[in-house]
């Protein structure tokens, strides 16, 4: 199962709503994932199967989508959420990542 | 706390072979699935391998089958990666990460991730 990211990388303003799209190349049902990697860092765990708030995420992350087309949205972009992030989907092996968004300051 | 701490990596010629090890504490190691994730430098996250919380059922990309083994002693909260025959586009951070899920046999979101440990493939 491929998963496809757009866009590869978008540049936004503090306050800005962002979305990102994972596309499945086949139907995963729900079991898609959301991380966010900062440089150097071990990417972390932000939402999953689709739209559970992992603890201690904030809420102005969100997540939907079923089947194979997901969004991630940040409703309100802060500082701390410049990062590349990643989809994952746990439908069946080989577990597969997309390829990441960079979200960059605008 | 849970913590996640690979070592291992290093500089190797192609061809070579390398064994990773992850240690783990803060968690009940036995009961989770584990994962192997690369990341080469400038690329994606990649899932290379995963093994069940018994060792029972090993799982590995496309691209590291009949290479890489996965293993676990849950005795000593480790979780290894043995990697044969290794290419230069094997050159990357390899992270160990626990699965959220103690279910499933590891087919499961990351929950907790290690910093990782860089494998270099270069003669």
């Known amino acids: 199962i491929q998963l496809t990211q757009s866009p590869s990388s978008l540049s936004a303003s503090v306050g800005d709503r962002v979305t990102i799209t994972c596309r499945a190349s086949?139907?995963?049902?729900?079991?898609l994932a959301w991380y966010q990697q900062k440089p150097g860092k071990a990417p972390k765990l932000l939402i999953y199967?689709?739209?559970t708030l992992q603890s201690g995420v904030p809420s102005r992350f969100t997540g939907s989508g079923s089947g194979t087309e997901f969004t991630l949205t940040i409703s309100s972009l802060q500082p701390e959420d410049f990062a590349t992030y990643s989809c994952?989907?746990?439908?069946?092996?080989?577990?597969?990542f997309g390829g990441g968004t960079k979200v960059e300051i605008k | 706390e849970m913590q996640l701490l690979e070592s291992g990596g290093g500089l190797v010629q192609p061809g070579g072979s390398l064994r990773l090890s992850c240690t783990a504490s803060?968690?009940?190691?036995?009961?989770?699935?584990m994962s192997w994730v690369r990341q080469a430098p400038g690329r994606g996250l990649e899932w290379v391998s995963g093994?069940?919380?018994?060792?029972?059922?090993?799982n590995y990309a496309d691209s590291v089958r009949g290479r890489f083994t996965v293993s676990r002693d849950n005795s000593k909260n480790t979780l290894y990666l043995q990697m044969n025959t290794l290419r230069a586009d094997d050159t990357a951070v390899y992270f160990c990460?626990?699965?959220?899920?103690?279910?499933?046999?590891?087919?499961?979101?990351?929950?907790?991730w290690g910093q990782g440990t860089l494998v270099t493939v270069s003669s």
């Open positions: 803060g968690f009940i190691f036995s009961s989770y699935g």
């Open positions: 086949q139907g995963i049902r729900s079991y």
């Open positions: 093994v069940s919380a018994t060792g029972g059922n090993t």
């Open positions: 199967a689709t739209s």
């Open positions: 990460a626990k699965a959220l899920y103690d279910f499933w046999g590891g087919r499961s979101p990351l929950e907790h």
């Open positions: 994952q989907h746990f439908d069946s092996y080989p577990l597969t």
